[in-house]
């Protein structure tokens, strides 16, 4: 199986709920990051978490890191309908030279109004 | 508005066509990439370059050939594509190549390829 992989695959919630989505990885990193793609569209990047840090937050954003447990989480607080995107985890591994990142298959997220 | 322009946004080819797809980043940066985007697939590195200098190729096949003229651009030409090239192709650029513990990467909006 891959480098990173998030749960859920889709995730439907209401406007105003919170989403959480995890993203578990095998090898050692020295970096995870978000990104958000809208339909059709181009990845935007959210927020980079350092394999020394353990939680990172950016406006209603909030990532965690665990690894040990070699996981981490994404959390959307008080969503609103214009969040409703696919989200990637992409690592950036330690034994890898170069700016080389992995990317999961992504979170669909469906948030209704 | 990342910074980062492809175009075409959209391209139908036949299989005998060449075509190209080019990417310009006005950020400064000194590394661009192509990244592949197929349904129910996750993304799928093809080429780095780092100032103009090919420094990753993962076993892409030769119909597709990249090049980068300078730092600012870098172009994908196609020939004799597959129905299954069909994906949406990414550019990126990020700061640097050679830095290890950073690394956040800038998409263009992407060409939206349809091979027939």
């Known amino acids: 199986s891959q480098q990173g992989e998030e749960d859920p695959q889709a995730l439907s919630i209401q406007e105003g709920e919170n989403a959480t989505m995890n993203c578990s990885y095998k090898?050692?990193?020295?970096?995870l990051q978000w990104y958000r793609q809208n339909s059709g569209r181009g990845l935007v990047h959210l927020i980079l978490?350092?394999?020394?840090?353990r939680e990172k937050h950016s406006g209603r954003l909030r990532v965690t890191l665990d690894t040990s447990k070699k996981s981490s989480s994404l959390l959307i607080t008080a969503s609103r309908a214009a969040d409703t995107a696919s989200y990637f985890c992409?690592?950036?591994?330690?034994?890898?030279?170069?700016?080389?990142?992995?990317f999961g298959g992504g979170t669909r997220v469906l948030v209704k109004p | 508005e990342t910074g980062v322009t492809q175009t075409p946004r959209h391209l139908v080819m036949g299989m005998t066509n060449k075509k190209s797809l080019k990417c310009e980043q006005h950020?400064?940066?000194?590394?661009m990439y192509w990244y592949k985007q197929s349904a129910k697939k996750p993304l799928e590195l093809m080429f780095v370059?780092?100032?103009?200098?090919?420094?990753e190729n993962n076993s892409v096949p030769s119909r597709f050939s990249p090049e980068c003229p300078n730092s600012s651009h870098l172009f994908l030409h196609l020939h004799t594509l597959q129905p299954e090239d069909s994906a949406l192709y990414l550019c990126?650029?990020?700061?640097?190549?050679?830095?290890?513990?950073?690394?956040?990467?800038?998409f263009g909006e992407g060409s939206r390829l349809t091979v027939l």
């Open positions: 950020l400064g940066h000194n590394a």
């Open positions: 370059y780092s100032l103009e200098e090919r420094v």
């Open positions: 992409a690592t950036a591994l330690r034994i890898t030279a170069g700016n080389k990142l992995t």
């Open positions: 978490i350092r394999s020394n840090e």
């Open positions: 990126a650029s990020s700061q640097d190549w050679d830095r290890g513990n950073t690394g956040e990467l800038f």
């Open positions: 090898t050692s990193i020295n970096n």
